[in-house]
């Protein structure tokens, strides 16, 4: 069933009530006309805008995005993720509308017969209308532009005589078919009621003109010799010129014929195509347009046009291809007048939900007279004049007068603007945007550009003597320059920008996009910019899930040296594949199959639930570089993340080298980052450990943490507002959103582990593939260097292994985007945390203790004691509890089995001391695989040998 999207705007107040029920922080622009409000949490000023159209259909517009405005069916469609038939369904069946029977779409009547004698092979046939139909008007016109008289009764009727004139005079026809004869058979294609046909016949040439066609590469089509260079419009440019010229200028006193200067047209308006030349023809004004997009503007065109015109105007498109195009034309032809349609025309969607950007759009919502006002305030490059005078000597002589207004457009065409910047005196810097790219500027590079551009252009000396005697150039006159706000920010929720030398690259969860420099309002400072030209590429890898939940991942690049060297770093069963189960083979053998696995996750040595594992842990260290390259804070993911490595050893003891700060590294070439030297133990009590942290650091390092770290320091600024105490300058605090993420780098694991530290980590393990051989227990040791030839990330790396690297990185993002956590396999993650947690001492202790008392009761206090007494430490009874709960966890024994406990959650005895019975706290460690004593085990209380009391378990207060 059909569901018309007009249906569901009318169904909704227009969309009103779908844009609300997505955004409700909308409802203080109905309150109050014009303000703006946020959609995400991370910009620092709303820049988003609801308004109504004239329609009555409602439309928001997100400067702070792609800054196209949507109506309610386009936000539903972006915020849930749908097809845009899914949306319509979605939507009716939210608002309880209907559908119906899907509209017929919009084609030509075809139809085929044999060719006659007379009707040559390859030959075209138009048959042309008699004068135009409603229809006809209503699709080429705007309805400001459609010309209306009043009948005799005064109702108000389209004035055909002016439609039919201003049409013909451009040779503009309605066609009833056009037939084509090919291979004997003739082709016509006719119009209908609701499908009209149009042809510009430029005599050499036919231009068929099919604006309703769905296929937008067969709205035009051209019969006979095509000159790509033709001006439509030309003709009646010249013809109009010369009937300026008819008369003579007669003396009425003498009767002498006088010489006359030759008049010009106040105006030719040079547009980007027929539809916006027939509108503006329409409303009175002389037009030419190019015969194909790709055409331009030459010289000798442009020099014909000014000998007929005062001025030669330009009208581009609004949109990004309009606009660039525009000020190509004005860098070349200065005395081009460039016509400026309102930036408020893209908020309003043309019929193809596109935003409005051309003449025709602007002439459904504004009148002629409004249109000569923009024509009237249309400027030139040009900002200077040459005035002739005659000195008092009676010679003609020339001087040059800047013009201020045009200089200012001239700059600002050029990117000069000022930016607000409230620790500046003035209140403002000065900047220049080229494309996507800012830069602050000094008023002086202001004054160079000028002068760089006079001298290109080879003008006179004069000329340029002027500018340098100039106080026009001077900061007081550049103050002049309009503000602009600038949207920095370079993601959102469900995006992240990343800006390249040449390219600008958007990535969502649908996937990757590459825009052209300048295609997007988006922007970044120049020094942000990544040093590299970016060229896309097909995904490196490709991951997926099965139905039991194990991760699986095919590398579809095999070259990549950064993804072959996360590869390694996951490889966690290397030893059983590159060492136990080939030491059987042949040395030919084992190098022949190390060469064939030198970088591969699933090797054939493995087990299916090896291959599982280390494709887990690879999936994993993706995800996680994903996740930091998003820098939009997450509340719900308000995660650092701690790297360590996989191999489980003594606590205490450190295994570097295994490419965890290479990995963590890599992500600071993407952003502002700032790293952390982990090994000073002192750190954390450093007031002004964040002193190289700004507002724009995106990044925070703690590169190669000590083993006794007091991560809960960081607890705050990892889920809340960061305080930035600089040296020597007043401290400051970044919000939450806009603060930056953080990662951990240690050869040791997390100390004194809870469910705050937990709800703020995401872990990150590397294998022991990269190794140094210190003590023997390896056979070798191993490197990124030696493996791959060449540091990674380093010097030596070529353009190619960059762009790599990049592509790799921006499709972790991609991946990161579509999943919630995905933390590593976590068994050896835990017996790491488990051994910190407890300690060596406590870890020896227990393991000799409790060798012997296995499920049995235990003294808690004599435990205790004995354990301090063996080890000469000093710990709380709360410490020892903590450390025999990881000891027990570490082993998967059972500490204090449910059974045994009493109502406030302890084993409770009575037990003999010093003659009396007493209640004390136990202990009962369960082993599964020992046997437990048939009868009760005897407990030492004291340095004697009391014994239990029998009876078993008793709450403590019983006899109270």
């Not at 035009?220 to 010799?225: A, D, L, N, Q, R």
């Not at 007669?250 to 547009?271: A, F, N």
């Not at 103050?479 to 600038?486: A, G, I, K, Q, Y």
């Not at 919000?735 to 703020?760: C, T």
């Amino acid at each position: 069933m059909y569901i018309e999207q007009q249906k569901i705007l009318d169904g909704t107040d227009g969309g009103l009530k779908i844009i609300l029920h997505y955004y409700p922080q909308a409802e203080r622009a109905l309150q109050r006309t014009g303000a703006k409000f946020k959609l995400r949490a991370s910009e620092k000023t709303a820049s988003a805008t609801l308004k109504q159209l004239s329609d009555g259909n409602w439309v928001v517009t997100d400067f702070g995005g792609d800054q196209k405005p949507k109506n309610g069916i386009l936000v539903c469609m972006e915020e849930e993720g749908l097809e845009f038939k899914e949306t319509l369904e979605l939507l009716a069946a939210r608002y309880g509308i209907e559908g119906q029977e899907p509209p017929e779409i919009l084609k030509p009547e075809i139809s085929t017969r044999d060719a006659r004698a007379e009707e040559n092979e390859g030959e075209w046939y138009f048959e042309v209308r008699e004068g135009f139909t409603e229809l006809d008007v209503i699709t080429v016109l705007a309805e400001k532009a459609i010309p209306y008289q009043k009948d005799e009764q005064g109702r108000k009727q389209i004035h055909w005589e002016k439609v039919e004139r201003i049409f013909k005079r451009y040779r503009f026809y309605s066609l009833l078919s056009y037939s084509i004869v090919k291979n004997r058979k003739v082709i016509t294609i006719a119009a209908t009621d609701r499908y009209p046909i149009f042809m510009w016949d430029e005599g050499s040439f036919k231009k068929i003109y099919q604006p309703l066609s769905p296929d937008k590469g067969r709205r035009f089509m051209y019969y006979g010799k095509r000159d790509k260079d033709f001006l439509h419009g030309l003709a009646e440019c010249h013809a109009a010129y010369e009937a300026l010229q008819d008369g003579e200028d007669i003396d009425e006193e003498t009767g002498e014929v006088r010489s006359k200067k030759k008049k010009k047209l106040p105006e030719i308006v040079y547009c980007s195509g027929g539809s916006d030349g027939m509108n503006l023809a329409m409303i009175g004004y002389q037009v030419v347009w190019p015969n194909s997009e790709t055409a331009k503007l030459s010289e000798k065109q442009f020099k014909t046009l000014a000998k007929l015109a005062d001025k030669v105007m330009n009208m581009p498109d609004i949109d990004h291809t309009g606009l660039r195009e525009a000020h190509r034309l004005g860098m070349e032809h200065l005395d081009l007048y460039n016509i400026v349609l309102p930036e408020e025309l893209r908020e309003r969607p043309d019929k193809r939900g596109n935003p409005c950007k051309d003449v025709r759009d602007y002439l459904k919502y504004h009148t002629y007279y409004d249109f000569k006002q923009l024509v009237k305030t249309a400027l030139p490059y040009r900002f200077w004049d040459e005035i002739y005078y005659e000195d008092k000597a009676g010679n003609w002589r020339s001087k040059f007068e800047v013009k201020n207004t045009r200089l200012y457009n001239f700059l600002t065409k050029n990117g000069f603007y000022r930016l607000q910047n409230k620790n500046e005196k003035q209140g403002y810097i000065f900047i220049q945007i080229k494309d996507n790219i800012v830069r602050e500027i000094e008023v002086n590079e202001v004054k160079t550009h000028v002068h760089r551009f006079l001298e290109e252009q080879y003008v006179d000396e004069d000329l340029r003597d002027v500018f340098f005697r100039s106080t026009q150039l001077k900061e007081a006159s550049m103050s002049n320059l309009p503000m602009t706000e600038v949207d920095f920010s370079d993601f959102d929720r469900d995006r992240q920008f990343f800006f390249f030398e040449n390219k600008t690259v958007e990535v969502s969860k649908s996937g990757v996009q590459v825009h052209k420099l300048g295609e997007i309002k988006r922007y970044v400072w120049e020094d942000e910019v990544i040093k590299h030209r970016f060229k896309d590429q097909e995904p490196h890898f490709s991951i997926s899930q099965d139905k039991d939940g194990h991760w699986h991942i095919d590398i579809l690049k095999k070259d990549n040296i950064f993804l072959n060297f996360l590869i390694n770093t996951s490889r966690t069963h290397w030893r059983t594949e590159l060492e136990d189960n080939l030491d059987a083979l042949s040395p030919e053998e084992q190098k022949a199959y190390k060469k064939k696995h030198l970088f591969d996750i699933a090797g054939d040595n493995l087990s299916a639930e090896e291959i599982r594992e280390q494709m887990h842990q690879l999936v994993n260290k993706i995800y996680v570089l994903g996740y930091l390259l998003h820098r939009y804070k997450d509340p719900s993911r308000p995660w650092a993340i701690w790297t360590m490595d996989h191999r489980i050893s003594d606590e205490g003891e450190s295994h570097g080298g295994s490419g965890k700060s290479i990995a963590m590294g890599a992500v600071s070439r993407f952003m502002k980052s700032v790293t952390l030297r982990g090994r000073d133990p002192k750190m954390t009590e450093n007031p002004h450990m964040y002193d190289r942290v700004t507002i724009h650091t995106d990044y925070i390092l703690v590169d190669d943490a000590n083993q006794y770290l007091k991560f809960d320091v960081f607890f705050s600024d990892i889920t809340g507002n960061m305080i930035v105490n600089p040296k020597n300058n007043k401290s400051y605090e970044i919000p939450y959103e806009e603060s930056p993420k953080f990662a951990f780098s240690s050869n040791f694991p997390l100390r004194n582990i809870d469910s705050s530290v937990l709800r703020r980590v995401l872990y990150c393990v590397f294998s022991d593939y990269y190794h140094e051989n210190k003590d023997g227990y390896f056979r070798e040791s191993r490197n990124p260097r030696e493996e791959f030839g060449k540091n990674i990330l380093g010097p030596d790396y070529t353009d190619e292994d960059w762009n790599d690297f990049y592509n790799f990185m921006i499709q972790c993002c991609q991946f990161y985007l579509n999943h919630g956590k995905i933390d590593p396999p976590m068994e050896n993650v835990e017996k790491r945390n488990l051994l910190s947690e407890m300690g060596p001492a406590f870890h020896e202790w227990a393991d000799t203790y409790f060798s012997d008392r296995m499920n049995a009761d235990v003294v808690k206090k004599y435990a205790m004691e004995d354990f301090i007494r063996s080890t000469n430490t000093k710990w709380t009874s709360q410490k020892f509890t903590k450390a025999l709960r990881a000891w027990a966890r570490y082993y998967g024994y059972e500490l204090d089995p449910e059974e045994f406990k009493n109502s406030s959650g302890r084993i409770i005895r009575k037990i003999q001391e010093d003659g009396h019975a007493t209640s004390v706290e136990m202990i009962y460690v369960r082993n599964t695989q020992v046997a437990t004593p048939e009868t009760a085990e005897q407990i030492p209380t004291t340095p004697g040998n009391d014994k239990l009391v029998p009876g078993g378990q008793t709450d403590a207060f019983s006899n109270f």
